[in-house]
C-alpha cells in the first residue's frame, strides 16, 4: 500500500527565514513522483515543485527545493526567505508512473510571522 | 489560458437529498480527476478519466456517487442521496495524458445538514 506521511501538523516561521516541511513516503515501487502543492484558503491547489524517483538531483523552482533522500523515503520541502504569502496549507503527494494516481499526504499548515 | 472551471462554489443541501457539481477541465487535457477533500485531510481521489472512459474509481461509493464525462470534456459528479459526512470540499483537476502535472479548479464546498 502506498503512504504519505506528514508529520507537522503546523509550522510557524518568521518572515525571510527558511522552512523546511517535511514529508516521508512508503511504497515498494521503482518509478514514482513526488510532489508538493500550495493550498491557500481560497481553496485552490497550487503545484509547488515536481522530484522523480531516478532524478539524481534534487528539484528546485525559485525559493522552493525538494530534499529528497530515497534511501530514507523522504522529500522535504524547503521555503527560502519566507514571505507573508507563504501562509498556507502544504501537502506532499506520490504518484506513479501507471495511471497517474495521485495519494496526498494530511497537509502542513504554515504561517509566517512579520 | 483558462484554467480548470468549477461550478457550483457553494451548495448547502439537507441529508438525503441529491446534488452535482460540473467540471470543465483545461483545453486539450484528456485526463479529468475528481478528488474529495474533508476538512482537514489530503485530497482524496475519487474517479480518474481518461476522455471519456474510467481508469481508476476504486475510492468512488458507488452506492451513492456516480460521476460521467460523456463527450470526454465536461465532468459531473453526483451524489443520491447525500449524508452528513459527504460534506467535504470536491477538486476536480486535469492533466495531459501521461503528465505528472495536474492543474486544478477552485473546488466545490458542500454542507450536508
Known amino acids: 500500500a502506498q503512504k504519505i506521511t506528514q508529520t507537522q501538523p503546523g509550522m510557524f516561521v518568521q518572515e525571510k527565514e527558511a522552512v523546511t516541511l517535511d514529508c516521508t513516503y512508503d511504497?515498494?515501487?521503482?518509478?514514482?513522483?513526488l510532489f508538493w502543492y500550495k493550498q491557500p484558503s481560497s481553496g485552490e491547489m497550487i503545484f509547488l515543485i515536481y522530484?522523480?524517483?531516478?532524478?539524481?538531483q534534487n528539484a528546485t523552482e525559485g525559493r522552493y527545493s525538494l530534499n529528497f533522500q530515497k534511501a530514507r523515503k523522504s522529500a522535504n520541502l524547503v521555503i527560502s526567505a519566507s514571505q507573508l504569502g507563504d501562509s498556507a496549507m502544504y501537502f506532499c503527494?506520490?504518484?506513479?508512473?501507471?495511471?497517474?494516481?495521485?495519494?496526498f499526504g494530511t497537509g502542513t499548515s504554515l504561517t509566517v510571522i512579520p | 489560458e483558462a484554467g480548470v472551471a468549477q461550478s457550483p462554489r457553494y451548495k448547502i443541501i439537507e441529508k438525503r437529498q441529491s446534488v452535482a457539481f460540473w467540471c470543465n477541465p483545461i483545453?486539450?487535457?484528456?485526463?479529468l480527476y475528481w478528488y474529495q477533500q474533508i476538512l482537514g485531510q489530503g485530497p482524496k481521489l475519487l474517479i480518474q478519466?481518461?476522455?471519456?472512459?474510467?481508469?481508476?474509481d476504486s475510492q468512488l461509493p458507488k452506492d451513492r456517487f456516480s460521476a460521467e464525462r460523456l463527450k470526454g470534456v465536461d465532468s459531473t459528479l453526483k451524489i443520491q442521496p447525500a449524508k452528513l459526512e459527504d460534506s467535504a470540499v470536491y477538486l476536480c483537476?486535469?492533466?495531459?495524458?501521461?503528465?505528472?502535472?495536474?492543474?486544478f479548479g477552485p473546488g466545490t464546498r458542500l454542507t450536508v445538514t
Open positions: 483545453s486539450g487535457h484528456a485526463t
Open positions: 522530484q522523480g524517483s531516478y532524478d539524481e
Open positions: 483537476a486535469s492533466s495531459f495524458v501521461n503528465s505528472y502535472e495536474q492543474y
Open positions: 478519466f481518461q476522455n471519456n472512459g474510467v481508469v481508476d
Open positions: 511504497t515498494s515501487d521503482q518509478s514514482y513522483g
Open positions: 503527494a506520490m504518484s506513479f508512473f501507471t495511471g497517474n494516481q495521485f495519494y
